[in-house]
């Protein structure tokens, strides 16, 4: 068991190194940066003073190492574009992917779940045919087509809500956050719909079926047969054991809900995180792109680890088909 | 006996016609199935005619959008079917900002939208096959590499991988091939995110072809493993693989729509549908809603075309789900 998880371990690390080659190696061979650090006016002996005190003489794996280190403290470097540290933009942009993000979380799992248990309960009746075809629609639209259509229905045609931007925020010092006024929960609703869209109608969906086949099982016959309410039969004894898996799948969707935020922040013009990355590819702004390779990687592969380890430590028989295999 | 004797004959009168590959593929189970699916029937038809009016788009489109001297810019913003007011032309799906035909503008769009979903899922069938049937034939070490790469590919979302690689990609392009380069850069970034799902099917599939009596019959009379994995196991893994390949287009298709819209995929000289729904969107506030309306419903007919097609194929091509 324990072999396991280190090496689990021993993979996750393996993997963040060489990601942290990547991006190193973008930095060291897309363009020079001495170049983009001197002006025209150079002499040799700038460039070499320059050169040992970036440490760039020094052998490339000295220099990778180096380059691990810093991003371990969160030193990226200067962003060419804005002339400000990487690390210091990133703060700036993290709390509005970061709101945008749990508020999606939030209505995805309340959401989808009610719907789920709904659909499940009144499998035949119109309204649950209706809510299925209609998520079935929302899985195959893709995200920036949910963004126009609906800035198009709320901003466009019924001028209720707004299009753009992240409303009024305010400054809380170490975060900024639009969840304290008006104009920053209207400017939330269409973005956090349409990034929370995708995983609602998979928690939908994925409620739905447990529930259908947990419903199936004896135990709630026999609750039935105890004469239990219907409530209670419903969302005591079926829903709860419904939960594990749908637990386990919104873990692994986190990382998606902050991927997917690109697009949506693309289509609303989300001051975020995502936006960021999306410009700094336009504008091949090295760094930056550096930088979120980094953070997402450090993220996703934190989130399969704590999630396999948590498996292994829910299923005795994961163990035991281990322990067999080596 | 005389039944033995007709089938015998080796006579060039008395021998039966054989049937021709059109007639046999009319005599097939799956040809009896397509013509009893309306679904598959009608997704096949809109798939092809959009594909070949992609194919044949020169030939189709009215106005060629890429040619300066055919735009006037005094047509600009024409309403669909509506003369515009300084010219007296008409458009049948109206024109943009520019003075282009939206018609043509979605054709040549709909070709390069379809070049790089074909390009890009060939690319990612090429490799994912190439490195299952490795992974499955050999197995051992190489066999672990390859799915534990796969393993780890699989647990970002392709969209994202398509994007970083992309990114990636841009950063090691000089500067001055940087649009030159684009579709080819989003063909492999796009492949690359996708190769997963071959390489895990054929891998499957080889693990169990490998040790039937054929493979093994092949290895005794001396072939090479090459040989064995091109001729002898590859034809008998392809049908998971085709139905992978036509749900993957669909997929290839929205992906490429995805990043061109975000501006990171098709440069502006190239416009895909994604990048039509990206210029379309300028306009959703001034009222020009057809400029958005027509590449974003053509996006979508044929990625649902597409989609369907495929999930038919899967179950058509699936004896297990029977």
């Known amino acids: ?326 | 006996m005389a039944n033995l004797d007709t089938s015998t004959d080796t006579s060039p009168s008395a021998k039966p016609k054989e049937p021709g590959a059109i007639a046999r593929f009319r005599d097939s189970d799956f040809y009896w199935k397509f013509t009893r699916s309306p679904v598959a029937m009608v997704s096949f038809t809109v798939t092809l005619i959009l594909v070949l009016s992609a194919v044949f788009a020169p030939l189709i489109a009215p106005y060629d959008p890429f040619d300066p001297g055919s735009l006037n810019l005094m047509n600009g913003f024409s309403a669909p079917g509506v003369p515009n007011a300084f010219t007296g032309d008409e458009f049948f799906l109206g024109t943009d900002d520019q003075g282009r035909d939206v018609f043509s503008t979605i054709l040549y769009g709909m070709r390069i939208s379809l070049f790089v979903g074909f390009a890009a899922v060939m690319f990612a069938l090429i490799l994912g096959v190439t490195l299952g049937l490795i992974a499955g034939y050999i197995g051992g070490w190489t066999e672990t590499i390859i799915m534990r790469i796969a393993d780890i590919q699989l647990t970002f979302p392709s969209i994202l991988v398509a994007m970083l690689i992309f990114g990636v990609a841009k950063g090691f392009t000089p500067v001055e091939y940087r649009d030159q380069m684009a579709i080819w850069v989003l063909i492999v970034a796009i492949g690359l995110s996708d190769w997963v799902q071959f390489a895990r099917v054929v891998r499957g599939a080889t693990l169990v072809e490998r040790n039937k009596e054929y493979v093994q019959a092949a290895k005794l009379i001396g072939r090479r493993s090459p040989a064995i994995m091109l001729r002898h196991i590859l034809p008998n893994v392809l049908s998971p693989v085709l139905v992978i390949a036509t749900i993957s287009l669909a997929l290839a298709i929205i992906a490429e729509a995805t990043l061109s819209f975000l501006g990171v995929g098709a440069p502006p000289t190239q416009p895909s549908l994604g990048t039509l729904i990206r210029i379309g969107q300028g306009f959703l506030f001034s009222g020009e809603w057809w400029i958005l309306l027509f590449p974003a419903a053509t996006l979508l007919t044929l990625a649902l075309a597409v989609n369907l097609l495929g999930d038919w194929l899967r179950d058509a091509l699936n004896p297990r789900l029977k």
């Open chain 1, 1 to 326: 068991m324990l072999a396991y998880i280190i090496r689990r371990v021993a993979q996750s690390i393996l993997v963040l190194l060489v990601v942290g080659l990547v991006a190193f190696s973008m930095f060291r061979f897309v363009g020079d940066p001495i170049d983009n650090m001197l002006g025209q006016e150079r002499t040799q002996a700038d460039i070499d003073r320059l050169r040992t005190e970036l440490g760039l003489d020094q052998p490339f794996p000295v220099q990778y190492f180096k380059f691990l280190g810093g991003a371990a403290q969160g030193n990226f470097g200067v962003s060419y574009r804005q002339g400000r540290p990487v690390s210091t933009i990133i703060a700036e942009r993290a709390p509005a992917t970061l709101e945008l993000a749990a508020v999606s979380g939030f209505l995805a799992i309340s959401i989808g779940i009610a719907l789920g248990v709904f659909t499940a309960i009144r499998r035949d009746g119109w309204v649950s045919n209706v809510i299925m075809t209609v998520s079935l629609l929302g899985v195959s639209l893709p995200t920036f087509l949910i963004g126009i259509l609906l800035i198009y229905l709320f901003s466009v045609e019924l001028d209720l809500l707004p299009s753009f931007g992240r409303g009024e925020v305010v400054d809380l010092g170490w975060w900024t956050t639009g969840l304290l006024t008006s104009s920053g929960l209207k400017a939330l609703i269409l973005p956090s719909i349409t990034l929370g869209l995708y995983q609602m109608t998979l928690i939908m969906r994925l409620v739905r079926s447990e529930m259908l086949e947990v419903l199936r099982q004896d135990y709630i016959r026999f609750a039935r047969a105890r004469g239990l309410k219907e409530r209670t039969v419903n969302f005591r004894h079926a829903l709860k054991n419904t939960l594990v898996p749908v637990i386990t799948v919104t873990g692994l969707q986190l990382g998606a809900i902050i991927a997917f935020a690109i697009i949506t922040e693309t289509v609303f013009q989300w001051p975020g995180v995502g936006l960021l990355f999306i410009n700094a590819i336009q504008f091949v702004d090295i760094p930056v792109m550096a930088a979120y390779l980094m953070l997402i990687s450090v993220m996703f592969v934190g989130i399969n680890l704590i999630v396999d380890l948590l498996y292994f430590w829910v299923d005795p028989r994961l163990r035991a088909d281990r322990g067999g295999a080596h």
